[in-house]
């Protein structure tokens, strides 16, 4: 009589990670291989079916699912201690890690080169350590901490209208990208193919920027927008009149936008009073432009259009942006906002303090 199958049962989060496991590309072969033997006994299929399937031997089959049944994702973990210990000295391995703090005279971080040559190892045992702890000095992160004595004023100001979004109103985030380059390149690319990426020529010729205002409607995803050739005043208040002809005159316009100098312009303000029924302003903090969300579309604007393509003119460049409009507004596409205020906050804190500690030489 044949051996029962044993049943795997998966929770919708094992289920996913499992498969996150299984087709990301940063997963190791080891840990693809485990989840791969765990998603496929979860379907009922039997162990020989799944080894000859991955090509692994039964008991590795056996063994992963048994250890996944007692202990779920934690059990497809390598226990502490197992494997082959590490061959480099414990204080090579310690001034490694210590000495990342100080780069070197005249350079602004450590190559595996430069450290191994430092310490007096060679760069493979440099880099394996890196590794293993997750450094990565040829890398950096931009950050910027808004210092405006009214940031958390502001800050749930703008957070509030985009987790409770008012009744009979539209939130529109505005901004303005500027420079949008008109950049042609100076020879025809190759496209994608089989066996070869697509290219383009380092160089080209400059045929002139402008400007594009944009209002991203929070709720439904459509975009109000224009080209100008400049972004002074001038052209934002003709923006603002844009978007006051563009949009139901029965519904109020709380308008997300920065500090600008040109949002807060006399003739621009007086405006605005007059319109004070109708429109109603948020400015983000200063220096925190991640919280208006037409950033978000403005990088795949950049992304999509401007970046890779090639025009003969600034009008060539504008015709591909209001197409590209166009094409989106008739499928809109959707920015949530889903992080905690309160988690925001507590992590811009903590960003302070190490701030504060690092200026004080701790």
Same mark, same amino acid.
């Given at each position: 009589m044949?051996?029962?199958i044993?049943h795997? !049962?998966?929770s919708?989060?094992?289920? +996913?990670?499992l498969?996150?496991r299984?087709?990301?590309?940063t997963?190791?072969?080891r840990d693809?291989?485990r989840a ?8 009922g ?6 080894a000859?399937r991955? /090509?692994?031997?039964?008991?590795c089959?056996s063994k992963?699912s048994? =250890?996944?049944?007692?202990? &779920?994702l934690e059990?497809?973990v390598?226990?502490p201690g197992?494997g ?6 414990v204080d090579k391995?310690a001034?490694?890690?210590n ?5 070197p ?8 080169? %430069?450290? +191994?040559k ?12 890196? @590794?293993?702890? $997750? ?6 992160? %931009?950050?910027?901490?808004?210092? $405006? ?6 800050f749930w ?12 109103a539209?939130v529109l985030?505005?901004?303005?990208k500027?420079?949008?380059q008109a950049?042609e390149r100076?020879?025809p690319?190759?496209?994608l193919g089989?066996g070869?990426i /697509?290219?383009?020529t380092? $160089?080209?010729y400059r045929?002139?920027t402008?400007t594009?205002?944009a209002?991203?409607?929070?709720l ?5 927008? =224009?080209?100008?050739v400049?972004?002074t005043?001038?052209e934002?208040l003709r923006f603002?009149?844009?978007? $006051? /002809? !563009? ?11 920065d500090n600008y100098c040109?949002?807060?312009e006399a &003739? #621009?303000?007086?405006?605005l009073e =007059?319109k004070?029924?109708r429109f109603q302003v948020?400015?983000?903090?200063t &220096?925190s432009s991640w919280?208006?969300?037409?950033e978000r ?5 950049t *992304?999509d #259009?401007? /970046?890779?393509g090639?025009f003969?003119?600034?009008r060539?460049?504008? *015709? +591909?942006?209001?197409t590209?409009?166009a094409d ?5 596409k959707l920015?949530?906002?889903k992080?905690?205020g309160? *988690?925001?906050?507590?992590?811009i804190?903590? +960003?302070r303090?190490?701030?504060?500690k690092? @200026?004080?030489g701790?």
């Amino acid at each position: 009589m044949a051996r029962p199958i044993e049943h795997i !049962e998966l929770s919708p989060d094992e289920k +996913a990670e499992l498969e996150r496991r299984v087709n990301a590309v940063t997963t190791s072969k080891r840990d693809h291989l485990r989840a791969a033997i765990v998603l496929l006994r979860a379907e009922g299929r039997k162990e020989k079916v799944v080894a000859r399937r991955l /090509r692994v031997s039964m008991a590795c089959v056996s063994k992963w699912s048994k =250890r996944f049944g007692e202990a &779920g994702l934690e059990g497809l973990v390598d226990q502490p201690g197992r494997g082959r210990k590490s061959w480099l000295p414990v204080d090579k391995v310690a001034a490694v890690i210590n000495r990342l703090k100080e780069p070197p005279p005249g350079r602004t971080h450590w190559s595996t080169r %430069t450290m +191994a040559k430092a310490v007096g190892l060679s760069p493979y045992s440099v880099h394996q350590i890196w @590794a293993r702890n $997750d450094i990565k000095p040829h890398l950096t992160r %931009t950050f910027k901490l808004s210092h $405006d004595p009214h940031f958390e004023e502001k800050f749930w100001d703008v957070i509030g209208l985009y987790l409770n979004p008012p009744d009979k109103a539209l939130v529109l985030c505005c901004d303005e990208k500027s420079q949008c380059q008109a950049l042609e390149r100076t020879q025809p690319g190759l496209p994608l193919g089989q066996g070869h990426i /697509r290219t383009r020529t380092h $160089d080209y010729y400059r045929h002139g920027t402008l400007t594009l205002f944009a209002a991203l409607n929070y709720l439904e995803g459509k975009v109000v927008a =224009r080209t100008e050739v400049q972004h002074t005043h001038v052209e934002w208040l003709r923006f603002l009149k844009q978007i $006051d /002809r !563009e949009t139901p005159g029965d519904l109020t316009i709380h308008l997300i936008m920065d500090n600008y100098c040109t949002h807060k312009e006399a &003739g #621009v303000k007086a405006w605005l009073e =007059r319109k004070r029924g109708r429109f109603q302003v948020h400015f983000t903090p200063t &220096g925190s432009s991640w919280m208006n969300l037409v950033e978000r579309f403005f990088r795949d604007i950049t *992304e999509d #259009v401007i /970046r890779e393509g090639s025009f003969e003119s600034v009008r060539e460049l504008s *015709e +591909a942006i209001i197409t590209y409009l166009a094409d989106r507004n008739e499928q809109p596409k959707l920015y949530r906002w889903k992080a905690k205020g309160e *988690e925001i906050l507590a992590k811009i804190q903590r +960003a302070r303090e190490a701030q504060a500690k690092v @200026a004080a030489g701790g």
